[in-house]
T-cell receptor, first 113, second 110 residues
C-alpha cells in the first residue's frame, strides 16, 4: 500500500548544529504535508506545513523542502537546541481525503550538549 | 481559544470494561478527527466528523468502537469490551488551521 516513511529512526545532533530529518512518501495524490514534533506524553505539535504547489517554506528556525519528483520531504532545524529533542513525524493528506492524515513512524532527535 | 482538550489524560481499565473519552476541539472548528497511536508509531486515523456528521471510519474502528459528535462541538469515543490490544494513546485533532492535536488520552487495559 501507499505509505509515508522516514529514512532514519534516530538522529543524534550536537547543540547548535543544524538538523535534517527526511521523509519519503508514495501517494502521488497527496497535496498537503505537515511536520509535527511530539514530546513524551504529549500530542503532536504542529511545526510547519507545505502545499504541493510549493518547493520550500520557512518558519522560525525551521525549513521544509518538498521534492515532488522523487516524493521526498525534509525538515531542517537551524541551530538545534536541547528543547528540540523529540520525535518528529511527517504527515500527508490530500484534498479528496477529508483531511485524513497519514503518518510515518517518526524520527527520534536527540540533541547532545 | 485554548486548543484541543482531551479528557481524561490517563485511563486504566480492566479487560472487558467499557471506556469513554471526550474531546473538545478548538471552538468553531467544524472538522474533528480521532487517531490512535501505539508506542513508537505514528498516529493512525480512526474516524472523522464534519460538524455532527461522521463521514469516514477506518477499518481499525471495529464494532466495539463508537464515536459521536452530537451537537457538532465536543466528541466522544467509546470502546466497549476493552481488550489488551486497545491499549494506546487516543488523539483528537481539529481543523482548519493546521490540524491541531490534543494531548491525548493514554489507555491501559489490564
Amino acid at each position: 500500500g501507499e505509505s509515508v516513511g522516514l529514512h532514519l529512526p534516530t538522529l543524534s545532533v550536537q547543540e547548535g548544529d543544524n538538523s535534517i530529518i527526511n521523509c519519503a512518501y508514495s501517494n502521488s495524490a497527496s497535496d498537503y504535508f505537515i511536520w509535527y514534533k511530539q514530546e513524551s506524553g504529549k500530542g503532536p505539535q504542529f511545526i510547519i506545513d507545505i502545499r504541493s504547489n510549493m518547493d520550500k517554506r520557512q518558519g522560525q528556525r525551521v525549513t521544509v523542502l518538498l521534492n515532488k519528483t522523487v516524493k521526498h520531504l525534509s525538515l531542517q532545524i537551524a541551530a538545534t537546541q536541547p528543547g528540540d529533542s523529540a520525535v518528529y513525524f511527517c504527515a500527508e493528506t490530500s484534498t479528496d481525503s477529508w483531511g485524513k492524515l497519514q503518518f510515518g513512524a517518526g524520527t527520534q532527535v536527540v540533541v547532545t550538549p | 481559544d485554548t486548543g484541543v482538550s482531551q479528557d481524561p489524560r490517563h485511563k486504566i481499565t480492566k479487560r472487558g470494561q467499557n471506556v469513554t473519552f471526550r474531546c473538545d476541539p478548538i471552538s468553531e472548528h467544524n472538522r474533528l478527527y480521532w487517531y490512535r497511536q501505539t508506542l513508537g508509531q505514528g498516529p493512525e486515523f480512526l474516524t472523522y466528523f464534519q460538524n455532527e456528521a461522521q463521514l469516514e471510519k477506518s477499518r481499525l474502528l471495529s464494532d466495539r468502537f463508537s464515536a459521536e459528535r452530537p451537537k457538532g462541538s465536543f466528541s466522544t469515543l467509546e470502546i466497549q469490551r476493552t481488550e489488551q490490544g486497545d491499549s494506546a494513546m487516543y488523539l483528537c485533532a481539529s481543523s482548519p488551521q493546521g490540524y491541531t492535536f490534543g494531548s491525548g488520552t493514554r489507555l491501559t487495559v489490564v
